[in-house]
């Protein structure tokens, strides 16, 4: 059962390049999403989705775009990337129903952009 | 927007001593969520409460939903050493989809 699955692990960009985190998930779950992880900022959420083609903002979405084509793939794209945006990147998933939400991690991809 | 805050930052304590983690939101929950990310980690799921006032235990960690269902708190007995890492807090307000999370408690544990 492989989960949740991110790619790359590792990631270092110039400033303007583009790039696409990549996300999948193979436990049919309805909601994903992504965060990123900035020390003492705890996780924030950028993008989620509650289904194939539904996606909406999180709370800095900014920079980046996402795109739900299937249940399982759900991409995180950056247009121009800026030293800003250097973070570690979480994708989590989960079934969206009363009592049984519980967010599944991926393994995360650190970003720097110089 | 929602906002859900933690108290304290970090805590440093010594093996055997309790330890407790404060999470408040700024807005009601529909329910409450505690995850784990140890070192170089991603988060783990701990559990989840629902109902207002609602208390759970997982061996030495306990877990309270406040009555009003905008905080939250969890308290270690008997730290170990296996007990470092972060703990955070996450939850999303009532017919929204927005799973926002704490700002963590990052735990170190001296043995």
């Known amino acids: 059962n492989a989960g949740v699955t991110q790619t790359p692990k590792f990631q270092v960009l110039k400033t303007g390049q583009s790039m696409t985190l990549q996300c999948a998930q193979d436990?049919?779950?309805?909601?994903m999403s992504w965060y990123r992880q900035d020390p003492g900022m705890g996780l924030r959420l950028i993008h989620y989705?509650?289904?194939?083609?539904?996606?909406d903002q999180g709370e800095v979405p900014n920079g980046y775009n996402v795109s739900r084509s299937t249940t399982e793939d759900f991409p995180l794209r950056l247009l121009s990337a800026a030293p800003s945006q250097t973070s570690v990147y979480f994708c989590?998933?989960?079934?969206?129903?009363?009592?049984?939400?519980?967010?599944?991690f991926g393994s995360g991809t650190q970003l720097s952009v110089l | 927007g929602q906002q859900v805050m933690q108290i304290p930052q970090y805590q440093h304590v010594q093996e055997g001593e309790d330890f407790t983690t404060y999470c408040n939101s700024s807005t009601t929950l529909s329910n409450i969520q505690w995850y784990k990310q140890r070192p170089g980690g991603h988060p783990v799921f701990l559990i989840q409460?629902?109902?207002?006032?609602e208390v759970k235990k997982q061996k030495r960690l306990t877990f309270q939903f406040g009555e009003a269902k905008k905080n939250s708190s969890l308290h270690i007995t008997a730290t170990q050493t296996t007990d470092v890492g972060t703990y955070f807090c996450a939850g999303h307000a009532s017919g929204t989809y927005k799973y926002i999370f704490g700002t963590g408690t990052r735990l170190k544990v001296l043995a």
């Open positions: 436990m049919n779950h309805e909601y």
């Open positions: 409460l629902v109902k207002s006032g």
């Open positions: 989705s509650v289904g194939a083609g539904i996606t």
């Open positions: 989590a998933s989960s079934f969206w129903a009363s009592g049984n939400e519980k967010l599944f």
